[in-house]
């Protein structure tokens, strides 16, 4: 099960040997405590996340940051802002899995969007006790006109018997109807 949103560093062109060195560098000027293979964590004032290197096919293929899911999205944005910063000084690109994209400022929003997705159904399913507040936060639900309709009916329904019980009661309440002149009925 998934416990953390994952960014990437890596070259811009794919194929190229990522510079581990540069990032190892620039992430330590940032907070980082990185060994020369990038293995470690970066800390910033909200937290810290793990950085390690991230393999495919045995070959070094960049950086692999993990954030861990918690109820609130500061971490999440303070990694971001270093890890842009980053890829921007060590002219590298910065992925993120997730959404299939790059990973920018320009698309927080989006990014926060999938991040407490993701993080509520670790902790509802999976099992992961640090995002478990969010698994009980539920999304006010947005009310759809047809709930709306609904209670409209009900309550001009209610209206409608209370009238009809008023009038039923005021009317046997007054008595049998005077006869009129000419009436003919039977007694």
Known sequence: MLRSYDFVLQAVTPGDAPPVDAFVVALSGRGAELDAQGRGVLKVPQGQVDVAPLLENGALAGLDVRVPFHEKTELLEAVLKVLVD??????????????????????????????????????????????????????????????????????????????AGWRTVVTLRSGPPAEAPGDVRQK
């Open 86 to 163: 980053v890829a921007e000084v060590s002219q590298a690109r910065l992925l993120d899995p997730q959404r299939g994209e790059s990973a920018s400022l320009g698309n927080f929003s989006s990014i926060v969007d999938e991040y407490l997705r993701m993080a509520r159904y670790a902790g509802e399913y999976g099992g992961v006790s640090e995002a478990l507040g969010l698994s009980t936060m539920a999304i006010a639900p947005e009310e759809d006109s047809a709930s709306s309709v609904r209670w409209l009916l009900l309550l001009a329904a209610f209206v409608i018997a209370l009238y």
